[in-house]
């Protein structure tokens, strides 16, 4: 089967080609992507999809949903389709545990990719409490492991890849403390 993840946005103001100006369950972003994660379960199986996601901040996050939907890979002959197997939706501000961290609380680390978009070396600016042990993974969308860091970082500490990245899209996970900050790292020449 295929998951999608999808963040919608609804009361979107702006004028369609039908004339109509509001527009409800416009589609945002696909998280990792339109193709959705691939997932094989067998019969009496489990499995579970985690995907970190960002909201622009032109967005209204209180007009956001989560859909999520299970998809067969397995087009029906009779009518060109993919049957779902499943289906459901939340709001982005019922998510629990999701909460935009306060800049001055540097308890909290906040991180930042320096430039944006991001060169084949981008840079982690790294805000946090001095001394604390940090990892650093960044991964592409399909979950492999592109490169790892570890060490101590300090306030305002700067991170600069070891290896060149290709031109593309990326995830990034910093984990300090008991505190994780994930992110989408886009990569151009």
């Known amino acids: 089967m295929r998951v999608s993840v999808v963040i919608t946005e609804d009361s979107c103001y702006y004028v369609g080609p039908n004339g109509d100006p509001w ?6 972003d696909y998280i990792p992507n339109q193709y959705g994660t ?7 199986g489990l499995d579970s999809v985690e ?8 967005w209204n996050e209180q007009r956001c949903k989560i859909v999520v939907y299970a998809q067969s890979t397995t087009m029906m002959p009779a009518d060109s389709s993919y049957p779902a197997y499943q289906g ?27 430039p944006t978009p991001a060169s084949s070396r981008p840079v982690f600016i790294i805000s946090t409490a001095n001394n604390r042990p940090f990892r650093l993974v960044i991964h592409t969308v399909d979950g492999s492991v592109v490169s790892e860091l570890s060490g101590v970082v300090n306030h305002n ?21 008991n505190a994780i900050q994930t992110g989408k790292l886009t990569v151009t020449y």
């Open 23 to 28: 527009h409800n369950h416009v589609c945002r």
């Open 38 to 44: 691939v997932l094989t379960i067998p019969a009496g």
């Open 51 to 58: 995907q970190p996601f960002t909201i622009a901040s032109n």
């Open 88 to 114: 459901a939706q939340v709001a982005v501000l019922d998510l629990v545990g999701v909460q935009e961290p306060k800049t001055a609380d540097h308890s909290y680390p906040q991180v930042r990719v320096i």
């Open 157 to 177: 500490s700067r991170i600069t890849l070891p290896i060149r990245l290709v031109p593309g899209i990326y995830l990034y996970r910093l984990l300090i403390d």
